[in-house]
C-alpha cells in the first residue's frame, strides 16, 4: 500500500485534526502507513499545535505517520501527491459579516449561498488560484482536494483558470444520509452506508437514486414518511425536506441547505432573530473547546483524539478517504464536485457540478444519474449561472459582473436592495478584495 505526502493548507484549522485523525486511522489499517502530512497556515502558532498534538498521539499509538509544519507554499508543497484546501479568507470573523449583513436589507446571510456566498468566493477564489500556481512549479502532477468553501465556485475556478488536477469535496451530501438513517431507525454510525446518487450544483443538489443494502430507499419512502413517529426522529430541518418531498416526488442531496432555496423566509427570519447564534459564533465556541482539549491532552501520558460528533468525523473521513482512494485504486463511492461531462444530462458538459463518483487511481469517474426533474432543474440552473459569474467576477475583480451574479441567485430579486448589500461587503471585506477597486 503506497506512502503519501499531504500538504493540508490551512493546516492550523481546528477541522484539520479531524483529518489528521482519519490519516492516522488509514495509517493503522496499512493503507496510508508511511504517509507525510505537512500543515502550512498563516497562523503559524495554531498550525504548530495541530502538529504538535498529532505527533503526541501518533507516537502514543505507535503510528507510521509523519507530520511537520512548514511557513511558505515553497517549503510546503515540493513531492506532494495532494495538496488539501481547508482555509477560510478573513477568518471566522469575515464569516460573521458575510452571515449578517446581507440579514439587515431581509436578504439571506450565510458562507455559500446568496451574496454571502459571493463575497467568500469574491475572497477565496484568488487565494487558491495562487495555490494552484504554487503547486504548478512545486507538484504539477499532485492533485489539488478543495474542502475550501464554496467549494463549487473555487473548483470550477481551479478547473477553469489553472492545469492541476482538482476535486472538490463537501460532506453535504450526509444530510440526506442522516435522514434516511433516522427515517429506517438505524443507529447513527451506520448513516455512511446510505448510498445516495445525487445530481446538481453543490448545496443545491437532487438524489436522483437512494440506496441502503441493496434496497431501492425510493420504493420505499411513500410507506416510511407516512409514519409520524419516523420522521419525529428528525430535527426540524429535516422534517421540512420531508414535506417538500412529499410535493417535489424527489429528495434533495443536501437536506440541510433545501432551506435556503425552499423554506427562504422561514430561515431569514430565523437568522434575523437577535437570539439566533450564527454558525461562526457556534464554531468559535467548538474550536475553543477543541483546542483546550489539545493542550490537555498533550499533557497526558495517554493521549487521545477524542470524540468526534458526526458532523466532524464526516469532514475527515470524506477528505481522507478520497485521498486513499485514489492512492489506493480501492473505486470507494464518493460525493465530489469536478466536470460535468454528461453526468447530469440537463446540464451543461463543461458544468462544474457536484455527483455521485467512483475515486480510482485516475481520480473520480462520474455515475451517470441521468436528467433532473423539471420540478428541481430551474433553481439548479439559477445557482449555476450564478455561481459562474460569480467565478468570473472574482477572477476578472469586475464589480458589474459582481452585481450580475447576486442577482443570478434565485435568493435575490431586487437589485436596490442588492446594490446596498454589495457595497456594504465590499467596505466590510477591503483588506481581502485588493483586485476590486473599492469606493
Known amino acids: ?3 503519501v505526502k499531504l500538504a493540508i493548507i490551512g493546516g492550523g484549522s481546528a477541522y484539520a485534526v479531524t483529518m489528521l485523525k482519519s490519516m492516522a486511522e488509514f495509517a493503522k489499517k496499512g493503507s496510508l502507513a508511511g504517509s507525510e502530512v505537512v500543515l502550512m497556515d498563516i497562523n503559524r502558532e495554531l498550525a504548530k499545535l495541530n ?3 498529532a505527533q503526541h498521539v501518533i507516537k502514543h499509538e505507535g503510528v507510521d505517520l509523519k507530520v511537520s509544519t ?7 508543497l515540493p513531492d506532494s501527491d495532494f495538496v488539501l484546501n481547508t482555509f477560510r479568507v478573513g477568518g471566522l470573523d469575515g464569516r460573521y459579516l458575510d452571515e449578517t449583513i446581507p440579514l439587515k436589507y431581509g436578504l439571506l446571510g450565510q458562507e455559500t449561498t446568496g451574496i454571502g456566498g459571493l463575497f467568500m468566493a469574491l475572497r477565496t477564489i484568488p487565494q487558491v488560484l495562487d495555490v494552484a500556481d504554487a503547486m504548478s512549479q512545486h507538484c504539477p502532477g499532485a492533485w489539488m482536494v478543495n474542502y475550501t468553501n464554496p467549494t463549487n465556485m473555487v473548483v470550477d ?4 483558470h489553472s492545469s492541476i488536477k482538482t476535486l472538490g469535496l463537501c460532506d453535504g451530501v450526509y444530510g440526506i444520509k442522516w435522514l434516511i438513517q433516522g427515517l429506517l431507525g438505524l443507529p447513527i454510525e451506520r ?9 446538481g450544483i453543490n448545496h443545491c443538489t437532487w438524489s436522483l437514486k437512494i440506496q441502503f443494502e441493496g434496497r431501492d430507499i425510493y420504493a420505499e419512502l411513500p410507506e416510511l414518511v407516512k409514519d409520524p413517529e419516523r420522521v419525529k426522529r428528525l430535527d426540524e430541518r429535516l422534517q421540512d425536506v420531508v414535506e417538500l418531498y412529499k410535493y417535489m416526488g424527489i429528495m434533495p442531496g443536501s437536506a440541510y441547505y433545501t432551506e435556503y432555496y425552499y423554506m427562504l423566509n422561514k430561515t431569514v427570519a430565523k437568522f434575523q432573530n437577535p437570539e439566533f447564534q450564527h454558525r461562526s459564533q457556534w464554531l468559535k465556541e467548538k474550536f475553543t473547546k477543541i483546542r483546550a482539549f489539545m493542550k490537555e491532552q498533550m499533557k497526558s501520558k495517554k493521549p487521545s483524539w477524542g470524540e468526534y460528533d458526526a458532523e466532524q468525523a464526516s469532514h475527515g473521513d470524506q477528505a481522507i478517504g478520497a485521498i486513499n482512494s485514489i492512492a489506493n485504486d480501492t473505486h470507494a463511492v464518493e460525493v465530489v464536485n469536478m466536470p460535468n461531462n454528461g453526468a447530469v444530462r440537463n446540464l451543461p458538459d463543461s458544468a462544474t457540478v457536484e455527483v455521485t463518483a467512483v475515486m480510482m487511481a485516475l481520480g473520480p469517474v462520474a455515475c451517470t444519474v441521468g436528467p433532473l426533474p423539471k420540478q428541481v432543474y430551474g433553481m439548479v440552473r439559477s445557482a449555476l449561472d450564478h455561481s459562474e459569474l460569480v467565478v ?3 477572477v476578472k475583480g469586475d464589480r458589474k459582473l459582481v452585481m450580475q451574479a447576486a442577482m443570478a441567485h434565485p435568493t435575490v430579486r431586487d437589485y436596490h436592495v442588492a446594490e446596498k448589500v454589495i457595497e456594504e461587503l465590499f467596505a466590510a471585506h ?8 473599492v469606493k
Open 70 to 76: 512548514a511557513g511558505t507554499l515553497a517549503d510546503t
Open 430 to 437: 477591503r483588506e481581502w478584495l485588493p483586485r476590486f477597486k
Open 51 to 53: 502538529c504538535e498534538f
Open 392 to 394: 468570473e467576477a472574482a
Open 1 to 3: 500500500m503506497p506512502a
Open 157 to 160: 475556478a481551479a478547473l477553469k
Open 191 to 199: 448513516a455512511p452506508e446510505v448510498e445516495a446518487y445525487v445530481g
